[in-house]
T-cell receptor
């Protein structure tokens, strides 16, 4: 079946601009996670949802970052006033509610 | 707070040699431990996991890892590697099932002939 998909695969933007990154989880998965992976580092947790609500947003670095999952399926990660330090691969994962998380291919964000 | 340390950033080995990728964690609570693998140009995939029970866990492609509570380690081993095992390997920990994963920085395994 279809895995987790993320769009766009690549996004180049200018410093100060607003970006949205989309995640389509595996159908029926109730939990959805966002991570950020900088060059040479492991994935760093940002936020996760159970259904429509954010169960843990402790990893969001500041108030420029926000994520929504209005219908309990697709999620959008929103970054305002982007900075060069936001450049990274943004990973989305979903889970049917157990312990295994299924990862998407990621969105590579480059802030010029 | 939980953290994961992968002691080797790069491990070069020859085909058919044994390999061990080291992982140590710190946590004040019970943990769930995972190894994820990322093959070139692919997404992260779960390789194996320890939740409870037997401390030795195995994957379908010959890797194994042993949970050692006293040494707070979860090292990954394979007795004989293949070229196709070349990938980035990430150790991860979570405090309970379904919550956020805390990853190490990763170990690049390079297998050559």
């Amino acid at each position: 079946g279809a895995g987790v998909s993320q769009t766009p695969s690549n996004k180049v933007t200018e410093k100060g601009k607003y970006v949205e990154l989309r995640c389509d989880p595996i159908s029926g998965h109730t939990a959805l996670y966002w991570y950020r992976q900088s060059l040479g580092q492991g994935p760093e947790f940002l936020i996760y949802f159970q259904g429509t609500g954010a169960a843990d947003d402790s990893g969001l670095p500041n108030d420029r970052f926000f994520a929504v999952r209005p219908e309990g399926s697709v999620s959008t990660l929103k970054i305002q006033r982007t900075e060069r330090g936001d450049s990274a691969v943004y990973l989305c994962a979903s889970s049917p509610g157990g312990d295994e998380q299924f990862f998407g291919p990621g969105t590579r964000l480059t802030v010029l | 707070a939980q953290s994961v340390t992968q002691l080797d950033s790069q491990v070069p080995v020859f085909e058919e040699a044994p390999v061990e990728l080291r992982c140590n964690y710190s946590s004040s609570v019970s943990v769930y431990l995972f190894w994820y693998v990322q093959y070139p140009n692919q997404g992260l995939q779960l390789l194996l996991k320890y939740l409870s029970g037997s401390t030795l866990v195995e994957s379908i492609n010959g890797f194994e890892a042993e949970f050692n509570k006293s040494q707070t380690s979860f090292h990954l081993r394979k007795p004989s590697v293949h070229i196709s095992d070349t990938a980035e390997y990430f150790c991860a920990v979570s405090g309970q099932a379904g919550t956020a994963l805390i990853f190490g920085k990763g170990t690049t395994l390079s297998v050559s002939s």
